[in-house]
Every structure is written in C-alpha cells, then in structure tokens.
C-alpha cells in the first residue's frame, strides 16, 4: 500500500473528464454549455458519468430523485458514510466548473483511492444531484435526500416555461413520486463535503489556492414596489412630485448605512431589478418596482437586516408620500459548516502545505440543503475574476489540482 | 354695435362644441379620445372644425401643412394679423380639452366679435395646426409656419409604427412637400396668443382661474448609461462591487442638491425611465441605461444645469469606477413670451376682474414655434390635479368660461 500522506490525483485524468464533460450540451457557437435538469444533454451528462464509474471498476447507483453516483469500497454498509458530491446539471450558457468540478474531482478522488486500495473504516459515498441549478425552483436532489420535498411541490413544481417537473422526469424515465424516497435518515452521513469554485473574488484577491467555507449565506428577497403619482415631468413642480423612483434612488443610497449599523463583513444587499412605470423619459416615475436581496450567514443578522429594510422603506414611503409594499419571493437560512468537516479540510490542506483562506460561500449550493440531515463543509477554489454562470468561468489548472487534492485528503481524514 | 368691454362667449356653446367634438375619436371602453395626426378620427375632427366655421358665416382656409382655420373680418390683408390657435390632433387616449379648447375658444371669439360686428383694426386669425402632439416626430403645422421645416425632415417623417409622414398625409389628401410653403414671413403676425389647460398643478394650488404665462420652457433629455460589472449577487463583497444601478441612484440623489446651486425655482429635473442589465435579482447590475430629462426657461439656466449634470454624472462614474456615456436625444430652447401679448392678456384679465398668476409653461406648445416669428403668449386655465393626456383631464365649466373669455378679450385688446 502507498503512503496515504503523499497520494495525490492525477490532474490530467482530471482535466481530461472536463475536457470531455463540456462538450456535452456545448453551444458551439459561444462556448457556453446548456445541460439544464432532465433535458437531453443532462441526460447525456449522467450517462457519461456513469460510464466513468464503470470504467473506474466502480458500481453505479441511483435513487428516486435521479441523483447517481457510486459508493466505494463498499464494504461498510451499517456504519454512517462519507459523502462528497455536487452537480452536473448547468444554467442555460454556463461554464465548465460550477457543480461539474465537484463531481470529477469526486470521482478522481474514489479512483486514485481504489486504485491504491487504501483501507478506510468507511464508505465514501460519492452523488451527482438532480437541479441544483433549480430548473424547477429547488434543489431537487439534495432537497430529496435531507426530506424536504413534498408530494405537492413534486406535482406542482414547473420551470419557467411551463414544463412541469413530472412530464419532465417522465421523459428522461423517473415519476416524480419517487423522489420521496430519496431521502436518507439522519445520522447515516458521517460528514458531506462538497468542493466548487468560488464563483467570487475573494480568493484571487487574497492570492488564495483553497477557501475554507465556515458558512453558507442565507438571504432573503423582496419584491418591492413604491407607488407615488404619474405626472408631467414638465408642469409638475419638484415639491409638488410623488415620484416613485426617488423612492427607490434613496433605498439605495441607504444600503451602505444599513449593513454598516445593522450588517457585518459578511453582508450583502443587493438592489437587482428596477422596473419604472410608465417609464418614459417625460413623466414622473408613478410605480417603482424592484427587488431587494439581502444576505448574510448569520441567522440573527439576516433578521435584523430586514427589520433595518423595513423600518428604512417605510420611512421612506412615509417621507415621500408613496404606498409601499412588498412580498417576501425567496427566504434562505443561513447554514453553518460542521467543525468535523472544517477541521477535515484544515487538516488536509496542512498535508499538502496550503494556508486556506476562512471564508463564507456567497452563493447557494447542495451543501447547504445537506447540512439539515449531516455534518457538512465545503472546499472552495479560485474563480478568475469571480465570474460564473457564464463562458468566462475559468480556474487555473494548478488551482483545480490543489482543489481535488484538497478533496481527496479531506475525504481520507473522514473516513480513515 | 355692442359695449365692447362688456362682450362674452357663451359657455353652452362652448361646452357644446368641446362635447361634440370629444365624441370624434372616442374609444367608448375607457373614454380615451384617438385623434392621432392624419388619421381618420383627425380628418372627421377637421371637417367638423370646418363645418362650424361655415356655420358661423366664415369661411374656411387650409395651408400646405394641412393647418386649418379661418380669418376674420379679412378685411385688413395687408395689416399684420392677431393669430390664435392651437391644435385638434390628440395623443392616443386623450382628454377632451388639451388643444381642443384652444381652437373651440377661438371659434367663439370670432363668432362672438362677428355677431357683435365688432370694428378691428387688424384681421384675427384662427388656426388648428397640425400634428401638434409630434405622431410624426415635432410639431408640424406651427413649425411649418415658423419655416422651420426641410424637405428631408418631411421626407424621412415616419411614426413609432414606421408610417411615413408623405404617406400618411397623401391618404388624407396632402401632398407633404407643400407644407414648406405654409412658412410665413416675420413681421405677417403682429401678436399669437394661445389658450390651454394648465397639464400642471399650480393654478389648482393657488386658487387662480387663468395662468399669465411668461415664458415656455426649454429642455434637454439624455439617454445615459453607467457601466459596471455584472456579478454574483452572494458572492460579491460590497466594496468590490462596480454596480451601476448604485451609479444612478446617486444622481437620484443629487438631483435636489443641483436644481438649489444651478436651477431656480422653475427648473425640473426628472429621471423617468431606467432598465437595468441583466435585471435580476441575484446580479449585480452591470449596466443601467436611464433618461435624464431637465427643464428650464432661462437659457443659461439650463446651459448651466447641463454643465452641472454632466459634471455631477462624470464624477460619479469615476468615483464607482464605472463608464458613463450619454446621447442628447432631445434639446429645446426656452422661448419667452412678448410683453406686447402679455400685457394684453393682463389687461383682459383686468377688464374680467380676474388676478391671473404669472406662471411659466412646463409643457411643450405650438406658441413655442410661433415666438421665431411673431411676439407670442398664452393663457392657461387650471386642470384638476395637474391631469393630462388622459380621460381624467378635467377643468370646471366655470374656469372654461373664463378662459374663453380671457382669450376673447385679449384678442380685441390686441386687434383693435
């Protein structure tokens, strides 16, 4: 048997699979890759992944929820698992890494361990879930597995066109109904860890290989809307205005001093939307509509936050002589790594002589649907210039080497 | 003959001609009135002009722009003539008085100062001008007079549905190159008053039944654009963000701050359309595209605001470290109205014992055009809650009544 401090992945095997793995639903034309949840090139994706784990010696698996993987050496069914895994469906126009590293560097990691029959006391467990990209408004498959699905969402989930998520299942061969029973019981996930690129700035900015995640952001979104009165632009006095719009204006300009009274360094408000009507360039804005987005990984301050919007939008409103209201669209909670899993990938970033960089992800992933259910963590590596969900994402490939290096010491702390 | 300081319209016949004339057009649904330039509601409301004109003993005189009216006692050709007038054409969805009543008003002048047989010293004529609320791009019938129109304007012409100007006035009988030969010469037109709602608040405000204007105001109107950087919503630290909607909001909010150190108490400043790119809730908007549309009446007013905003806009962009670029779309000159038509819109005021408020124009008028070639001015009667250019516009026969009057009375002072 090898020195299990020195194994490490082979990177050109790894960057071989996302050589071949973005080709897969490839718009040609741009570059970018469209592998939406259920859709064919999905389909072909999971196919591809399967073949992989064939070839690698191992088993397939899949559940209700149309989450595949493997699960290796297999031999220790009764005691809780290790897991790692991410994501192979994509946004439409995407790039090559976002969930697609994950899975790879998963699979890279079961091989170089079978291949070197390391002995470990437990099962690593390695998944592809279904949608994390939320086709269907989810995260359907790690939404699955922690049972947070019900049979009304199932039934009634479509995407934005109105495809429904039952037909659409139907089609690649799965009932919807099944997904149900995806769900796996607390306390048979020993530790999930899930490695993804930043799809930030931090780390490139701070000359970091690896991010440490500590917390994923939970946030909360508004749909927004300040109704003042329509007028001329012209005969209408400044003092005389209801002007929906300024309304609005202000909100913005209020964003620095809430999250600096109300926030921490981890805060986020974003003003994303704005729509003006009747938005012409001639009349005084009547109805302002936008959204507001807030985030943060602290659940006491993502609620102070909103009450801070809150109170400043009604002020607003009042001072100004418009009605508000809002609807609340979207409400995340904030979930906080598990010191197991953090301490796992301290632990192995020493092993390969990395100082990772603390750090929250900003961005929503399956890790945090499985912190309802596991102790969870995640490994982050460097996004040039933070972009994602696009063409133009793109991580070094010394950076993706220590990425699935990182994984696979850390899966190896867990389970050995 | 009568005692000429004691003539008056008569308000039925007035109301009459404004309710017949509104069912012309009429969309029975909402009560919005559709007499666009050149259409077929525009020419049944010509012929309904013309045919009261007949009725009223005069006779009817049309010009190469398709302006049609009628001169009276035309006794006094080669004496520089008082013009009144104003426009039938309407806006889709219009109310029953913006234009209309200025040509309705006129008529009742004419017939009034015709039944009475009142002696003039000058001709008075009456004018509808064509296409005032600009389907085809500006405003036809008094820029025609103003000789302010080329045979490439009139070639290149078309509406927002892509309706060429020579095609549309050929269906209704017009040839569009003959509209150059309405230009008048300076000097042809001793005086031009023109009668019109308010389309603002501040006669409503103070309590006054006509608006003494002095002056109508210029504008100019900017497409602008910031340009930042679309990011992750989650992922992007606050103080690594180029958002360029937070541009825009800033000058949101220095709109105030600007109109106080270069505007005065008639400048306008209005930012009534705004889309931002890509315009979701989760990114970081990369770009907003917005108009900035301000107003003023003095010249170097405006000339200094437009330095103002152009400084104020630069140096946000390079403070948020986003471009910036702007197009003007639109620039207007403020034009003053002639103390010659303002004294005799003063002394009718007097004689009608009514205390006129003095007041600019924020909106946009044919007298604008007028004031290149002839000492012009207008009367404003109030409109409730400053609502125009919809069904809600609404003015208190009493207040029509005495608009009527005002222009009946500054006619004569002026023709006499």
């Given at each position: 048997m090898?020195?299990?401090?020195?194994?490490?992945?082979?990177?050109?095997?790894?960057?071989?699979?996302?050589?071949?793995?973005?080709?897969?639903?490839r718009d040609e034309s741009d570059g970018g890759i469209h592998r939406r949840a259920f859709s064919e090139a999905d389909m072909r994706g999971r196919r591809w992944f399967t073949d992989r784990i064939e070839e690698a010696g191992l088993e397939p698996r899949i559940d209700g929820a149309g989450n595949v993987g493997t699960r290796w050496p297999n031999r220790h069914p009764d005691v809780p698992c290790v897991m790692t895994g991410s994501h192979l469906d994509t946004v439409p126009g995407a790039g090559r890494l976002d969930g697609a590293l994950g899975v790879i560097a998963g699979l890279e990691a079961l091989r170089v361990l079978a291949e070197h029959d390391v002995p470990v006391a437990r099962d690593i467990e390695l998944v592809n879930f279904s949608d994390e990209e939320g086709r269907f408004g989810g995260m359907l498959g790690s939404q699955a597995m922690s049972g947070q699905l019900t049979p009304e969402f199932l039934e009634r989930a479509v995407d934005l066109d109105g495809v429904r998520l039952t037909d659409a299942m139907a089609e690649c061969g799965f009932r919807a109904g099944d997904a149900l029973a995806a769900e796996r019981e607390p306390g048979s996930i020993y530790a999930f860890v899930e490695l993804h690129i930043e799809q930030g700035p931090m780390l490139e900015r701070g000359d970091h290989a690896i991010g440490l995640v500590d917390a994923i952001t939970g946030l909360f979104r508004w749909d927004a809307r300040f109704l003042g009165e329509a007028n001329h632009a012209g005969t209408t006095p400044m003092d005389m205005r209801r002007d929906a719009f300024q309304g609005v204006a202000e909100v913005s300009a209020q964003i620095e001093r809430i999250l600096e009274e109300h926030g921490g360094p981890r805060s986020r408000a974003t003003i994303g939307r704005v729509e003006l009507v009747p938005g012409a360039a001639n009349v005084v804005p009547g109805e302002a509509r936008f959204s507001l987005e807030v985030r943060d990984t602290d659940p006491r301050t993502l609620r102070e936050l909103s009450d801070a919007f809150r109170r400043t939008l009604?002020?607003?409103a009042r001072r100004r002589d418009l009605a508000f209201e809002f609807e609340v669209t979207s409400e995340i909670e904030p979930a906080a790594c598990h010191e197991r899993v953090m301490a796992a990938v301290a632990g192995a970033c020493e092993a390969l002589s990395i100082e990772p960089l603390q750090m929250s992800s900003g961005a929503a992933h399956d890790t945090q649907m499985i912190t309802r259910i596991a102790p969870s963590g995640m490994i982050f590596v460097p996004s040039r210039s933070g972009r994602s969900h696009s063409p133009a994402e793109w991580t070094s490939p010394a950076d993706l080497e220590r990425g699935a290096n990182a994984l696979l010491h850390t899966l190896l702390e867990l389970a050995r």
């Open positions: 090898a020195d299990v401090g020195a194994l490490s992945i082979d990177p050109d095997r790894v960057l071989a699979d996302l050589d071949a793995l973005s080709r897969i639903g009604s002020a607003i």
